[in-house]
């Protein structure tokens, strides 16, 4: 795969310049490393452009792109009209035609309008064609519920999208994640989909010293603990690490599993983690039936039946649109709260068959 | 665009017309204010500049027509009747709102009042509205259904397939496009390479025609045009209401994609300064109508924040309720 | 629940005249049954239309409302333009208008173009509305691959659309449920969909006699059997029948429990009988990641995982693309070959922990 | 409609054109033969009578420009260059064929022939098409990109967005409507209020001419003028193209919604006839000359059949490659 610190120098050194004023070089909000992932492909690779609704004269809407328009002119960093299906379906021709298209759809919510697109020609042209076509479009999407917009605006659809076959899946949740993930997808010659669950942009933090790529295939340990697998992905990965917290002063010592890709997901990597503490809770915020919690504890049932000393649990959003008021919002989503009392129950569990 | 005719209009029916979108501005006004305090929350987009659409509107229907709406509906479901405490109470989330608290400020309901919300996706409403009015039509009924969409919305591909097929039905839905010139930080020049939306409807052979938006005694004569050939069976129409919205798209909105003189410039042609200063010019109304309309706007506002304040939340446990129909057959 | 039987005195007579061609008055094609049910529906009920593409002129293109456009005429059965999102819509809206719809989405492929409206309006009216609202619409909907029609014309997304709360989903197997769930559906206030898999239309069988009416709620046993459950619905069932006949020649009973309703589940029918057998195959159209098998297999491990002797199985399309070749196309679907290998498999294998 | 100006024609040039009509339409017949011997499967969409489009479009293409087409596409594919044999084997489901087999006759593909596929959802190649436009500018390539697509597919919300989007960038794009009248088993009048596809094409601010599709030198030279101005920059066009299908919709369609009649009427117009009559009438060719053509293009469409019978299969084992790319960055 292209190593994106060869490309990016010049990119670290003016993104640090910026960052200056966010403080340390080092530290920065999850907003500003997709933007400056975004400016680092820019600059490193002139077939790349960014093209959505309002990435332009508005910012963003939720501020990613602010400045870009003002740096790489309204060529590269495209306004599109409210047309979904016509602007994603143009960055699939685009990706074909030889540049490379990162295609940004304000919201999950708004994918469905270009799911056509996204279904029956991103993720089916390569094998349909018998391979002759490759579709490296990156389609960025905020994702995910808690800030009271109600039913229509409050998806958490990556697992859902993760059925598909042909496409990629990535939730990227950690500062490094969100900086270097970019030029990954971009680097392959797949569709990938980068899910930026809503909750992330204003989360600060370190950069990893150094670190100057990461990859698209695996899942990481963000934090060691022997007596429960926490499986998880997205903002739940941070409910999950402040669960565990609470939980080690009970003397449970969960480990966090972030899955960084839905699709495909790295099963050596939960294998590995399940047969070590034998005691699974996963963690997703789509709606419980069908979500991705389902597919993951499947397959530790077909690949880890016996190690398990307990039934899989799950903790997902509840069975209904989700509601605006703050409470019932609050009461349907995934909570450090709900969180750890499922591990209670399954860690204290009699795990004797 | 067609010039209002400026047709004799009584001092009552003057003082309705300001009245109902004096009662949307302090409504929208107060709105911002709690939302800076934190009362309501969520995504929250004001009416502001836009009133004399939904006034001049809402008076050419019966309270039998059915209205869909968009995410920006305040307006149309205060003067559509729907009483602002049970808005208000919406907006803060409670049991006593109009949708249980479950909607917000996007999802504005009242079917006693034929209101049909509140939709959040661009164009989404309007194939909701073609649906009503096949059902009107296969019921004999002579009521219409009115349809609120923005500028936006025209480049949506629901937008030509639900104008086609209103029109090659001939169904009696009035399509009113808000054309306020923007789309969030997208100018509509910048959108659609056709910014005439009248002309875009004409190749659905629908009637079409452009009104000023910021003045009401024009919406209403258009409106009432459309309305009887709608119901006389004509089959749809639509209305480009030009107009502007004078604050910020949402509440997140930094605006940098328009300058100070074009908001200004706009304002001063605001719907209630126009119609307020034509009023006076007729000596139809003094100062003090205009001072008391806005008081007892204001205190009609105050008690439905009361009404929010001291109302109950929906218990937790009725999360799940209404996800699918309590009584089944 | 309203009361089929009742209703379908007149059509049940003339549905009876019709059938008389086919052969014996009980015995019926499922498209016949189809067509009979919204006979049945159109005369009972003044309110119901049928609304799609090409379901009038042209018959349906599978010929299942054929002869209803010259029996109702043009508003009552009424063709459609290729107009996926605003047709849905309206169906939408007239159900909410006081009619009651039958849209018929020619085939599933093409719903992806309706989602929107199907997720964030039918689905969530009601809820959204505080309970104002309710969406008495019945979508129909041709599924499943099986006859070369390569990858958009070949998904099977019932499973998928079985994650959206607020959905009923339900996909009629047999005659006696192509004949008489229309009408439980048209009789429920929730939008439900109905999926037939496109080489069900063919199927004939017998009419149970004296049958008036099916529930939408229920599973049902369509086979009995005491060592293993091979759940499944749709086309598949009769994959599953014709491969427990083959396995009971040589010694091993399986039970076939036919799903019916994928949303919500019947839990309750998938328990008894997993506790029965002890042993589960679960075989699904569906792409195998994320498909409906994995949501079964989760909620088995949830509620009776100590019940089980052996991992569950699953029987699901391979993760690709539908290919248009036959030998391909093959080797992607579930078979009754490969359900007979896996349940060999999982009834051989040994159960003790 | 735009009147054919025949313009002084040379004899080779006619042969050319008949030729590949004739390639086609032997092609055609052939499927439709092979289909009832069960040698081809799944959705067959045969092209006889539009052959003129095809042929007249192609024409008047660059190797380097991009195409996009439906999944009636046979004719497209063949005269783009594809070699019968190549696509032959792909109806058969074979190796060879064009797509490996996998995709069949809704799934043409030949990058190197920047053939970019059949595509068998109604509308959706008007994106892709779009894209590969604006790829095209981004990359200041003089090529364009020339879309096919029904009339059945103007209905969709993609023809409607697409076309904003690609007239608003001012994209190299030939929009290459293919009105046979029917979209499956619904007349274009019982499914669009505006029968006029140019009509609407001019919403957009497209230029738009309507062509007669039965004759491949109008075909031909409303083609040239509507590139040369695309590659001057001048943005997209569409050309509306008056044909007609002689055969079912596909190989299930029992042809209801039409009559006899009206299909001999427009068979007696047929392209094969209308270019046969001209070139003889000119005296620029013979009865031999044609039997010839008839004979060479049978002869080409036997090969290809002999190739896709004695061709392999895609073994089992690869059933899941190029799911994904076999090279990563
Ligand atoms: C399908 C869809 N795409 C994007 C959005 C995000 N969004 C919300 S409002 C809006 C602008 C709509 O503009 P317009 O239709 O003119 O209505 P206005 O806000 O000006 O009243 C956008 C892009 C959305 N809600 N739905
Ligand atoms: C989105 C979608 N809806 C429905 C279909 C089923 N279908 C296949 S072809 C067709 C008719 C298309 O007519 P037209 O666009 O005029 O093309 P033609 O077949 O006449 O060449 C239909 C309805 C489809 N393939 N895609
Ligand atoms: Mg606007
Ligand atoms: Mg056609």
New interface residues.
């Given amino acids: 795969?292209?190593s994106v610190g060869d490309e990016v120098g010049t990119g670290m050194s003016s993104s640090a310049a910026d960052l200056a004023k966010a403080g340390s070089p080092a530290r920065m909000a999850y907003r500003d490393a997709v933007r400056e992932a975004i400016r680092d492909a820019m600059k490193a690779d002139p077939?790349v452009?960014l093209m959505g609704?309002?990435v332009?004269?508005?910012?963003g809407?939720y501020a990613v792109s602010k400045g870009l328009l003002e740096e790489f002119g309204p060529?590269r960093i495209r306004?599109?009209?409210?047309?979904?299906?016509?602007?994603?379906?143009?960055?699939?021709?685009?990706?074909?035609?030889?540049?490379r298209?990162i295609v940004e759809i304000m919201t999950v919510?708004?994918s469905?309008?270009a799911?056509?697109?996204i279904?029956?020609?991103a993720?089916?042209?390569?094998?349909?064609?018998?391979?002759?076509?490759?579709v490296p479009i990156v389609i960025r999407l905020a994702t995910g519920a808690g800030?009271?917009?109600?039913?229509?605006?409050s998806?958490s659809l990556e697992?859902?999208y993760?059925?598909?076959?042909?496409l990629?899946i990535l939730a990227p949740s950690t500062i490094d994640d969100a900086r270097f993930t970019l030029a990954?997808a971009l680097?392959?010659?797949?569709p990938v989909l980068l899910f930026e669950h809503l909750y992330l942009y204003n989360m600060e933090g370190e950069l990893t010293a150094g670190l100057e790529r990461v990859d698209l295939d695996h899942a990481a340990i963000r934090r060691r603990g022997r007596d429960v697998t926490l499986i998880t992905y997205g903002w739940s990965l941070h409910k999950c690490l402040a669960a565990a917290e609470e939980l080690a002063k009970e003397g449970i010592e969960a480990e966090v599993l972030d899955l960084r890709t839905l699709?495909p997901?790295d099963d050596a990597a939960i294998m590995m983690s399940v047969r070590r503490t034998r005691r699974v809770v996963i963690v997703d915020e789509?709606?419980r039936?069908?979500?991705?919690?389902?597919?993951i504890?499947?397959r530790i049932?077909?690949q880890a039946?016996?190690d398990l000393d307990a039934?899989?649990?799950?903790v997902c959003t509840?069975?209904?649109?989700v509601?605006?008021?703050?409470?019932?919002e609050d009461?349907?989503l995934p909570s450090p709260a709900r969180i750890i009392s499922v591990v209670r129950g399954v860690v204290s569990g009699n795990g004797a068959? | 665009m067609k010039a209002p005719m400026n047709p004799p209009i009584a001092r009552e029916h003057g003082l309705d017309l300001l009245r109902e979108m004096l009662r949307i501005r302090s409504f929208e006004d107060r709105c911002y204010q709690l939302y800076g305090q934190m009362k309501i929350r969520g995504f929250l987009h004001l009416y502001n500049g836009e009133e004399a659409v939904a006034v001049g509107t809402m008076g050419g229907l019966r309270p039998s027509d059915a209205v869909v709406s968009t995410y920006r509906e305040h307006g149309h479901a205060i003067t559509r009747g729907i009483p602002m405490s049970a808005v208000m109470a919406e907006l803060y989330g409670k049991q006593t709102g109009c949708s249980r608290g479950r909607g917000g400020s996007m999802h504005i309901f009242d079917v006693s009042r034929r209101f049909y919300g509140g939709n959040a996706i661009v164009a989404g409403g309007l194939p909701i509205a073609v649906g009503l009015a096949l059902a009107q039509k296969l019921q004999r009924q002579s009521d219409i259904t009115a349809c609120f969409f923005g500028d936006g919305a025209v480049a949506e591909g629901e937008f030509h397939e639900s104008l086609n097929l209103a029109s090659l039905w001939k169904l009696p839905v009035l399509f009113i496009c808000e054309n306020n010139l923007y789309a969030m930080g997208t100018a509509l020049e910048r959108a659609q390479v056709e910014t005439d939306i009248t002309t875009k409807a004409r190749a659905y052979r629908i009637d079409a025609a452009a009104v000023d938006g910021m003045d009401v005694l024009a919406v209403e004569e258009a409106v009432r045009d459309a309305v009887e050939k709608i119901r006389r069976g004509a089959g749809p129409a639509l209305l480009e209401m030009r107009t502007y919205r004078f604050r910020a798209h949402s509440m997140f909105d930094p605006q940098l994609y328009r300058d100070k003189a074009e908001i200004e410039a706009w304002q001063k042609k605001g719907p209630l300064i126009t119609l307020t200063t034509r009023l006076k010019a007729l000596g139809l109304i003094t100062e003090d109508d205009y001072q008391r309309l806005e008081r007892e706007a204001a205190n009609e506002v105050d008690s439905a924040v009361a009404f929010a304040e001291s109302s109950p939340w929906e218990p937790v446990a009725d999360l799940e309720r209404f996800v699918y129909a309590e009584r089944r057959g």
């Avoid at chain 1, 800030?147 to 605006?153: D, E, K, T």
């Avoid at chain 1, 993760?162 to 042909?166: D, L, N, T, V």
């Avoid at chain 1, 509601?323 to 019932?328: E, M, N, Q, R, V």
């Fill in positions: 795969m292209r077939r452009f609704e309002d332009g004269r508005y910012g809407s060529e306004d599109a009209p409210l047309s979904e299906s016509a602007f994603v379906g143009a960055g699939i021709g685009a990706a074909i035609g030889g540049s298209p919510n708004f469905l309008l799911l056509d697109q279904m029956n020609n993720a089916t042209l390569s094998h349909m064609s018998g391979g002759q076509i490759n800030r009271q917009l109600a039913a229509q605006h998806h697992g859902w993760a059925h598909i076959p042909g990629r990954a680097a392959c010659p797949d699709r997901l789509g709606w039936s069908g979500s991705l919690s389902a597919e504890a499947t049932v077909e039946f016996y039934p899989v649990a799950r509840a069975e209904a649109p509601p605006y008021a703050k409470h019932l009461a349907a068959h």
